[in-house]
């Protein structure tokens, strides 16, 4: 089966905030920052897979930061861990200083996204291999978090989920 590095599938998105997509504090609104964050990572997602992809879940998202008016948001997403038709999507989000041009990290994504055929249904994705530590980290966490999305949405049982229990097992 072909294989995949994180590194092919990155897509870096830069846009600035406008005041059409701010709220009432000037802070850009949580919905276009989902947007754009979705837009990245379906293009990361077709990027792995070479197919037509669709959002499954997202599966957390940290809004830690309030992003203003006229910055510039740079929305990184690389795939962090393929299964067999699924892929999850590592989202960084960045902001920049005007003067020192310094980035700052300012939120945090994660997605789901599936590779389907003409209609719709699942295919097979190549096989991912993380090359860096961060990238080993997020691939090994992947598992965990993809059994805890599929509990929440009751597609699988709790009992079935065991590197999700192995987690809790473990901090005991
Ligand atoms: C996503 C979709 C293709 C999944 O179809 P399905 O019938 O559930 O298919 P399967 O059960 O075979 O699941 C396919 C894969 O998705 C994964 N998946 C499904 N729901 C998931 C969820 N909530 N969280 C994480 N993964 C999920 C499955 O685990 C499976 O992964 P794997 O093959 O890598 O093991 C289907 O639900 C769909 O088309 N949804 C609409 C997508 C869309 O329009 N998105 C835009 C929203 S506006």
Do not use: C
Not at 34 to 57: F, G, K, P, Q, W
Not at 73 to 82: F, L, N, Q
Not at 117 to 138: F, I, K, M
Request: aromatic share 6%.
């Amino acid at each position: 089966m072909e294989v995949k590095y994180p590194e092919d599938s990155k897509t870096i998105l830069t846009d600035l905030v406008l005041p059409s997509e701010t709220n009432p504090l000037n802070n850009l609104f949580g919905g276009e920052l989902l947007a754009r964050m979705d837009r990245a990572a379906s293009i990361a997602a077709r990027r792995h897979s070479r197919r037509i992809v669709v959002t499954a879940s997202v599966n957390h998202v940290a809004f830690n930061k309030a992003i203003p008016l006229g910055s510039v948001v740079t929305v990184e997403a690389k795939v962090t861990r393929s299964f067999k038709t699924s892929m999850e999507i590592f989202l960084d989000v960045w902001i920049e200083d005007r003067e020192s041009g310094r980035r700052s990290k300012a939120n945090e994504a994660i997605y789901t996204f599936v590779a389907v055929d003409d209609t719709g249904n699942p295919v097979p994705v190549p096989r991912l291999e993380p090359q860096t530590e961060l990238e080993n980290e997020r691939y090994d966490a992947a598992l965990r978090r993809k059994q805890l999305s599929l509990v929440l949405a009751g597609k699988m049982k709790p009992k079935d989920a065991t590197e999700l229990k192995a987690l809790f097992e473990n901090d005991k």
